[in-house]
């Protein structure tokens, strides 16, 4: 079984490496080109570039090991991300796309910023590059986090041997090609989770050993199948809060600079929608069907976040098997290649040519954002050395960090004319000082005696009001510093 397994893992390995290549030849040597692939992409590698990097690792071991352990009640994670994400692509995708190319062709999010408010611009572009680095790192962890587990799991090898494997792969392609290496490796990483997360609950339910489905509602736990079981008003908001933070994903949104033109967004927006509702779906499938044929078939499993490495392993032939692990990598790969490449845009377009080089040259500028995807990645691999980091933790930290303090500076300063500079720093620092502080205090865990509140939510409405407090309390933008809201 090995063997086949291997050769399906070492195909997948060579094409992401060939597509490296590839965009690396066809890329031009500019920051432009390097980290925004020229502003050329299409519709479809947009729409599955963002869904990819979106839904990580945590797609296919953290979503279906959360049913798994609670039952449906769990799917309120998926509904309020599906959500948030169609409000992110009608609200931020399109005014993004025109803004960043109308301030001054910006490369990056902090940049974006600092040009839309010139008169906080080294504060907001420095503040935003320190938080960008800090969240991506851990962010990034989770990812390895995520090859770590796949390589101990199904190879019953050394989980670090895993993390960097991972690693060196997405470090070889991300380096060589930049942003269009990336997004072509994601898309083509999309197309592989699609497949595979229509294909393994089917199969699960329906294959042998699963009684055609039936056996779900058989699940030796109470209000497994129901979506209110044991939930609480303030455990549904912190569900459905997950929404929340697609307007602050800098590895998400940054692709909405990378369109071909605003008048294909709808386009991505529908195939990017199609993709990610199929997807949410599938996971909630793996980890209801995956309880159900663990405990019709007697079967033990320790951690529920290997589910889908489970019923790879137990249902599938060996080569189909190898297919599925690549998906899983797939899932981590390309969300570890979008935060290394954000977080190297950042310290080099944000810190290095602001601060160290303002004056150096596109192939410098380049040079520099290589070696920083290197340093960032270590940082990464120096967090997921513990082999009981849990996916869906980590990622949800990283997710809240970002959503509060980029989500409501991002939608308001493409559609509020009255917010001013310093309405920007208050609600960046207020919204990660708040998440950080949240998680801190424990009280994601446990409030004041009752259920933990996930962090985005109190993070997100205090950095809201921050910038409307701060930019009402200050003089109003002049005209000529206003941007058309359109």
């Known amino acids: 079984m090995q063997t086949g397994v291997l050769i399906s893992l070492v195909v997948y390995f060579i094409l992401m490496l060939a597509i490296g290549v590839y965009a690396w030849r066809k890329t031009s040597s500019d920051s432009e080109g390097y980290l925004l692939a020229g502003r050329n992409l299409s519709p479809s590698v947009t729409a599955l570039s963002a869904g990819a990097s979106d839904m990580s690792g945590w797609l296919l071991l953290g979503l279906p090991g959360a049913l798994y352990a609670s039952g449906l009640v769990e799917a309120w994670i998926a509904a309020g991300l599906f959500v948030g994400a169609l ?3 009608i609200v931020v995708a399109p005014r993004l796309r025109r803004q960043t190319e ?4 910006a490369l ?3 940049e974006f910023l600092g040009n839309r408010f010139p ?3 080294v504060a907001l572009r420095l503040t935003s590059a320190i938080i960008v680095v800090l969240f991506f790192t851990v962010y990034t962890a989770a990812g390895m986090v995520g090859g770590g587990k796949l390589f101990a799991t199904a190879f019953g090898g050394d ?4 993390v960097w494997i991972t690693t060196v792969v997405v470090l070889a392609y991300t380096m060589i090609g930049g942003f269009l290496a990336v997004s072509l490796t994601d898309f083509v990483q999309g197309c592989i989770m699609f497949l595979a997360l229509v294909l393994m609950p089917l199969v699960v339910m329906f294959g042998p050993g699963g009684s055609a489905g039936g056996s779900i509602a058989a699940v030796p736990q109470e209000g497994f199948l129901s979506l209110t079981h044991g939930l609480t008003a303030v455990g549904w908001l912190s569900a459905v809060t997950w929404g929340l933070g697609y307007f602050g994903q800098p590895h998400i949104i940054v692709r909405f ?11 991505a927006r529908n195939i990017g929608m199609v993709w990610m509702g199929v997807c949410l779906l599938g996971a909630i499938g793996i980890g209801l069907a995956g309880r159900a044929y663990v405990n019709r078939n007697g079967l033990v499993l320790d951690d529920p976040e290997t589910i889908f490495i489970l019923l790879a392993n137990l249902l599938f032939h060996p080569l189909v098997t190898g297919f599925l692990y690549a998906a899983l990598l797939a899932a981590i790969m390309s969300t570890i290649s979008s935060q290394l490449l954000v977080s190297s845009s950042s310290l080099t377009e944000d810190f290095y040519r602001l601060f160290l080089r303002k004056q150096a040259s596109e192939r410098e500028a380049v040079t520099v954002g290589r070696l920083s995807v290197l340093v960032v990645a270590l940082m990464g691999i120096a967090i997921a050395a513990d082999p009981d980091s849990q996916v869906l933790g980590l990622v949800a930290h990283a997710w809240a960090g970002f959503g509060a303090a980029f989500g409501p500076m991002i939608v308001l300063a493409l559609t509020w004319r009255r917010m001013t500079g310093s309405g920007a720093v208050a609600g960046l620092v207020t919204g990660a000082v708040v998440v950080v502080a949240w998680i801190a205090l424990g009280w994601d865990q446990a409030f004041f005696g009752g259920p933990g509140v996930y962090e985005i939510l109190p993070g997100f409405v205090a950095s809201w009001l921050a910038i409307v407090v701060v930019s009402r309390a200050g ?3 002049s005209a000529e510093s206003t941007v058309t809201i359109h």
């Open 119 to 121: 008169d906080k611009a």
């Open 159 to 162: 989980y670090m041997t895993g």
């Open 475 to 477: 003089p109003a933008p």
């Open 87 to 89: 409000v992110n692509w």
């Open 102 to 105: 109308e301030l001054g062709d």
């Open 108 to 110: 990056t999010i902090p």
């Open 257 to 267: 600079m990378a369109i071909r033109s605003v008048n294909e967004v709808p386009t």
